[in-house]
């Protein structure tokens, strides 16, 4: 790969993800490109460079994308962010929500569904006390290929060992062969959809919990900025926002501040004042799934009384 | 320092355990069946137990029913680990007392997670 072809896929990366590559990640960029241009039979990386400045092949392009995106992942991981939201966010949030007895949830990284099952089994735990509520998780990712395994819920043995107590996996998981799958029941409970984090997403709907891990750190520090500002603005004014260990909010937004409490909590810097509505999307870049949902009520699932 | 005892019949596997237990700062003993395994615990009581299941003489499965009958013998977190994968295996095994379930073949991570999930976390500076 030539210096030109690296530039030409770094900001072609940036432009399309966020991703912000730096000139070490060469290595990256020719491991995981390989087997795109293998499956486009292309020669080299050379070649696909040729091919994506020619006329636009979407396919492609989300193969490239999703190709340079990271989907680690695991159940109840960290396991913090989750010990708080049984123990705090979910209570606090539900004896503020007492009267309209709704919670929305929202998953803004979801890749391949362990952060949001993980929620749902703490919510199917809390079951009792949830009976007539309407609760939406929602989770997203960039990635469509992730997002399909989500939705089927099967993982490996090795998926299934890592952060998940056996007594969930025997509650909640049926074995299929050598695979594992979730129960049908948490499955319905999340409301997978396709969503690039650089494109509007207030059709989303306002969220009272949003958990948006190890996504950021992939972003320049304008992206990181503009991002934030965002989910801000799709975050009720007494919302929880929870970011990776790695993360956070200083020095890119000053609308968001770290809870003095919970390590990786962040919440709205002055509750109560809102962003103004009709903020400007940025031009040319309207996802179909704003355009789908736009101005209308989020058409959400909703999981009444679980 | 934290004790561990590894039981398995196969020698293969105890080095491989012995190494990942090592790594997180456990001091290791091995017993290569259930019987030799209860005599190891009667002289001193490990903190930790991964545990075979399929093996000659007294099995994982009769040797944690012992265990867990004999004196001090509730205190050892013990792990399963085993080719026994199926959900009834499991549900035995959590029966007769047993902390958590590894599924053979594992690796350091699973091994670190189950660890962590039992009370043992990743010691600072551990490899």
């Known amino acids: 790969m030539t210096d030109l072809e690296f530039d030409f896929l770094r900001g072609y ?4 993800s966020g991703l912000a590559l730096s000139g070490e990640k060469r290595y990256l960029v020719e491991s995981r490109l390989g087997p795109v241009c293998r499956r486009f039979n292309l020669a080299n990386l050379g070649a696909l460079v040729t091919a994506l400045k020619g006329t636009r092949d979407l396919a492609m392009e989300r193969a490239v994308v999703e190709a340079m995106t990271t989907n680690e992942t695991f159940f109840f991981r960290d396991r913090t962010p989750f010990d708080l939201f049984r123990d705090v966010l979910l209570p606090e949030a539900m004896a503020r929500r007492a009267t309209q007895r709704r919670l929305r949830i929202w998953c803004a990284a979801a890749s391949s569904g362990q952060e949001p099952y993980s929620l749902a089994m703490m919510l199917q735990d809390a079951a009792p006390r949830l009976a007539g509520w309407t609760v939406d998780l929602v989770a997203t990712d960039l990635s469509t290929e992730v997002l399909e395994k989500a939705k089927a819920g099967l993982y490996s043995h090795f998926e299934v060992q890592r952060g998940l107590p056996v007594q969930s996996l025997i ?7 050598e695979q594992w799958r979730i129960s049908a029941s948490l499955r319905q409970m999340v409301d997978y959809r396709p969503l690039n984090l650089l494109h509007p997403f207030e059709a989303l709907g306002t969220f009272d919990i949003i958990y948006c891990r190890n996504v950021l750190i992939y972003f ?4 990181k900025g ?3 500002a965002r989910l801000r603005n799709s975050l009720a004014s007494d919302g929880a926002l929870l970011l990776g260990a790695a993360e956070t909010v200083i020095g890119l937004t000053d609308k968001l501040v770290p809870n003095t409490q919970h ?13 103004p509505a009709g903020r400007l999307a940025p031009a040319g870049l309207v996802p179909p799934v704003a355009t789908a949902v736009m101005g209308a009520p989020p058409p959400l699932r909703r ?3 679980l | 320092m934290k004790t561990c005892l590894i039981v398995d019949d ?37 903190d930790a137990i991964l545990l075979d299941w399929n093996m000659p003489t007294m099995d994982g499965y009769d040797f944690l029913r012992a265990l867990r009958k004999s004196p001090g013998g509730e205190k050892p977190k013990v792990l399963f680990c085993t080719t026994e994968n199926d959900v009834g295996a499991i549900a035995r095994a959590l029966h007769a007392g047993a902390d958590e379930y590894i599924m053979k073949p594992f690796d350091r991570d ?11 976390l990743a010691e600072a500076g551990a490899a």
């Open chain 2, 110 to 120: 699973i091994v670190t997670a189950k660890l962590a999930q039992v009370g043992f």
């Open chain 1, 220 to 223: 320049d520090a304008p992206t």
């Open chain 1, 303 to 305: 999981v009444v009384g």
């Open chain 1, 263 to 275: 390590r990786g909590l962040y919440n709205q810097a002055a509750a109560g004042a809102r962003a």
């Open chain 1, 13 to 16: 990366l940036k432009t399309r």
């Open chain 1, 171 to 177: 509650k909640h998981f049926e074995q299929v062969g």
């Open chain 2, 10 to 46: 196969s020698a293969v596997i105890r080095k491989v355990a012995r190494r990942i237990f090592e790594t997180m700062n456990f001091q290791v003993g091995e017993a290569e069946d259930g019987e030799k395994a209860l005599t190891a615990c009667g002289e001193t009581m490990p």
């Open chain 1, 226 to 228: 503009d991002v934030l």
